[in-house]
């Protein structure tokens, strides 16, 4: 099967920006809990830059939720 070439802008991966606002906190929050810039945390947010797997856990551990509701599915969810 052949691969195809997926651009970086094509697809969201992770849902940062929905879980902090089903938790209840903010991005600001989020950039002072972990000491990184307010254009780190925009780029995360915004899904131009992920952040590595081990800030993952801990944005999930911090938000007390299971790191796979950071993630978009990869499953078509109308099936």
Do not use: C
Request: no cysteine; aromatic share 8%.
């Amino acid at each position: 099967m052949a691969r195809r070439k997926v651009e970086r802008t094509e697809i969201a991966i992770n849902r940062i920006k929905g879980a902090l606002a089903d938790s209840g906190k903010t991005i600001g929050e989020l950039e002072r809990h972990f000491g990184v810039a307010r254009s780190t945390v925009s780029h995360w947010v915004n899904n131009k830059v992920q952040p590595d797997v081990y800030t993952f856990y801990a944005i999930a551990e911090w938000l007390d939720i299971d790191i796979k509701d950071l993630f978009h599915s990869t499953k078509d969810k109308k099936k």
